[in-house]
């Protein structure tokens, strides 16, 4: 890529007013040029449109019915006329400089197909709560331990990834984003840019804070998805066993949470004698409180506010 790329961003939008104006700042004061911006907003009936109306032509944006987040962006990135694509949920923030650090990295990497970078997570007022738990690249270890390394907003992908991966799932709320760097890293080159670019906000209303059990199921099948694969590298299914046991393991720990104690349990027994270590100690542990029903997940939420209020105290 011998010239600056264009970057579109999109951003899908439902009743996000009282973070949307701060998501789309983010974006269009930025220190790069070659940026495309559109939101697509759901209908929302709160006070996004004013704030739309409030950004003119600094955005192009569309407020109609859709299918939700997946759906929206699919449509926006349909639009997009950029080289590399990416999007902004309307409660997350980009980093002043985020956007020339990666066309930078992909001007002088041209074989990488999609980079991400470090992120933080962020109260309501924008106060960093704590760093989102990157890790460098490796295909074989997202698979296997289960586990999200590559935060959504700091993430970013060419527009050639989509002609063999597609777009998003649309049948997918709460794991789209992994599901789709499951599905891309198959055929395409990752890397990890060691730079903060972007800040993710959790409240009460965020779909990661409020949907733990749906998440939990979602994980689930994009797994059972991923290795029904008649066309997985011999490397990746050596992995199955202990990747489907991973993620029974984090859907049984988001089931709990999420006050979904069957589903828990189920889960919880299919990890059963695969996971080991930490995992397995604290999955022994969370069967323990199922068989307790309601009061067992009463006393652990009390136990874990304990624990959050004491972090936040010693973090400020």
Not at 7 to 32: C, K
Not at 283 to 291: D, E, S
Request: charged residues 25%; aromatic residues 10%.
């Amino acid at each position: 890529m011998s010239v600056a790329p264009q970057v579109s961003i999109v951003t899908p939008s439902f009743n996000q007013g009282e973070f949307i104006e701060r998501a789309a700042e983010s974006v269009l004061s930025q220190d790069y040029q070659a940026v495309e911006y559109l939101i697509l907003d759901g209908g929302s009936t709160d006070g996004t449109l004013d704030v739309l109306r409030r950004l003119g032509g600094r955005v192009r944006w569309v407020s109609e019915p859709d299918r939700g987040q997946a759906h929206a962006i699919n449509k926006g990135w349909q639009q997009a006329k950029g080289e590399v694509l990416a999007w902004l949920n309307a409660d997350d923030l980009y980093l002043p400089g985020a956007l020339s650090r990666v066309a930078a990295f992909f001007q002088t990497n041209p074989a990488v197909d999609i980079v991400y970078g470090d992120c933080d997570y962020i109260d309501l007022d924008d106060r960093v709560v704590q760093p989102y738990p990157t890790r460098p690249y490796d295909y074989i270890e997202l698979v296997r331990e289960a586990i999200d390394f590559i935060p959504q907003p700091a993430a970013f992908v060419r527009r050639r990834v989509l002609e063999t991966t597609g777009l998003l799932d649309e049948t997918l709320h709460y794991v789209l984003d992994y599901d789709y760097w499951l599905r891309a890293g198959l055929r395409h080159t990752v890397a990890y840019l060691p730079a903060r670019l972007a800040a993710f906000r959790l409240h009460p209303a965020s779909k990661t804070v409020g949907s733990e059990a749906r998440f939990g199921r979602e994980l689930v099948e994009t797994y059972r998805r991923l290795f029904a694969r008649a066309d997985l590298p011999p490397q990746v299914r050596t992995v199955e066993r202990q990747a489907l046991a991973n993620a029974h393991y984090m859907a049984a720990v988001r089931c709990f949470w999420g006050g979904d104690l069957a589903l828990a349990r189920e889960y919880g027994r299919q990890a059963w004698g695969t996971v080991t270590g930490y995992r397995a100690r604290k999955l022994a542990a969370l069967l323990g409180l199922t068989v307790l029903g309601r009061g067992g997940l009463a006393a652990a939420r009390v136990v874990r506010a304990r624990r959050a209020t004491h972090f936040s105290g010693r973090t400020g």
